[in-house]
C-alpha cells in the first residue's frame, strides 16, 4: 500500500492527499532477502534442537548427536524424560513455581502501583522515591543470601518466589497505566459505596487486563528461565526446577542414567537425545503462550510507559 501525504492546493481550504512513491522493486526483494535470511538464522537451530530429539538412535549416533532433518520419528527421547524421574520432577516444580510466583508477583506490584498512583496517597512520595532507587542500586549477592538466610527460607520454593517477587521496573510501568483511567469512573464507583480494595477489584484490574498480561508475562518467564537463585537456594535436588536441571545435564553435560529418569538403562536413546528433548520441553512453553498476549503488548506497554 502507497503512503499518503497531505498538501494544500493554493486557493482551497480542504486538503488534499497526494500519493508518495513506493519503495522500488530491488529495495523490497533486497528487504525480503534479509528478513528470509533472519527468518533462517533464527529457525534453523530451532529445528536442529527439534530434530535431534525426534530422530532414531541410528542417525543421531551417525550424525554425531545433531541432525538437521531426521529420518523418520522416535519419541523415546521424551518417553523417558517423561517416565516420572528427574526431569518430569523439575518440570512440575517450574510450572508450580511459574503459576504461583506470577500470581504473587502480580497481585503485589498492581496493589502497589495502584498505591502510587493515586493522587493523596500517604507516603506515596517517599515510597515512589524508594522504588526509583531500586532501580540504580541493587542489592548484591552476599546481601541476598543472608536475608534470605536469615527468613529460613533456604531449600526451600519460597526461596524462588519471594526475593524476585516486585520489580521496580514492572511496578512503574502498571502505574502509568493506572494514572491513565479516567477518574470519573472511580469516583462515581466510590459514590456508590466502594472502597480502595473494591475499586481496585471491581474498576481498576477489569480495565488493565492488557497490562496485566504484559507484566505477567514478564514475570513468566523471569520465573520460568530463572536458574540462579535456585542454585544458590536449593540444595535438595528433588526440589530443582527445570532450568537447573538444563544446567547441570546440557550446558554441563552430565550423563543421565536410567535411575535418573526413571527408566532402564539398557532403553535408553543417545544422551543427545534426551538433551535436546529437554531443551525442547523447556522452550515450548512459553512459545505456546506468547502467541496469546502479545497482541497486548502495545497497548500495555506503549500506553504505560509513554503516556506516563
Known amino acids: 500500500m502507497s503512503a499518503t501525504r497531505s498538501v494544500t492546493v493554493p486557493g482551497s481550504r480542504t486538503p488534499q492527499r497526494k500519493r508518495l512513491d513506493a519503495p522500488p522493486l530491488p529495495g523490497r526483494m533486497l528487504t525480503g532477502f ?80 495502584y498505591a502510587l498512583s493515586r493522587p493523596g496517597t ?18 548484591g549477592l552476599i546481601p541476598n543470601y543472608l536475608v534470605v538466610k536469615q527468613f529460613g527460607l533456604l531449600d526451600s520454593y519460597w526461596a524462588l518466589i519471594l526475593p524476585t517477587a516486585l520489580s521496580a521496573f514492572n511496578v512503574i510501568v502498571m502505574r502509568s497505566f493506572f494514572m491513565n483511567i479516567p477518574k470519573e ?20 484490574l477489569p480495565l488493565s487486563k492488557a497490562v496485566l498480561a504484559v507484566i505477567g508475562l514478564f514475570y513468566a518467564v523471569g520465573y520460568w528461565n530463572a536458574f540462579f537463585t535456585a542454585l544458590l537456594y536449593i540444595n535438595d535436588t528433588a526440589k530443582w526446577p527445570l532450568q537447573l536441571v538444563l544446567r ?34 523447556s522452550i515450548v512453553p512459553i512459545l505456546i503462550v506468547y502467541p ?17
Not at 469512573?185 to 481498576?204: H, Q, Y
Open 248 to 281: 547441570t545435564y546440557v550446558v554441563n553435560n552430565a550423563q543421565l542414567g536410567g535411575a535418573d529418569l526413571g527408566t532402564s538403562s539398557d532403553a535408553l536413546p543417545p544422551q543427545a537425545s534426551i538433551q535436546m528433548a529437554i531443551l525442547v520441553v
Open 292 to 308: 496469546f498476549l502479545q497482541r497486548h503488548f502495545a497497548t500495555g506497554v506503549l500506553t504505560g510507559a509513554v503516556k506516563g
Open 34 to 113: 534479509v528478513l528470509f535470511v533472519i527468518c533462517l538464522v533464527v529457525l534453523l537451530p530451532f529445528l536442529g534442537i527439534v530434530s535431534t530429539s525426534v530422530a532414531p538412535t541410528s542417525q543421531v549416533n551417525d550424525a554425531g548427536g545433531f541432525v538437521m532433518w531426521p529420518k523418520g520419528l522416535d519419541f523415546s527421547a521424551y518417553e523417558s524424560i517423561f517416565a516420572g524421574g528427574v526431569v518430569t520432577r523439575a518440570l512440575l516444580v517450574s510450572v508450580g513455581i511459574t503459576v504461583v510466583g506470577t500470581l504473587i508477583s502480580l497481585f503485589v506490584s498492581a496493589m502497589l502501583a
Open 122 to 139: 500517604y507516603g506515596s512520595g517517599f515510597v515512589l522515591s524508594l522504588v526509583l532507587v531500586s532501580l540504580l542500586f541493587a542489592p
Open 185 to 204: 469512573l472511580i469516583e462515581s464507583a466510590r459514590i456508590d459505596g466502594a472502597g480502595d480494595f473494591g475499586v481496585f477489584l471491581r474498576i481498576v
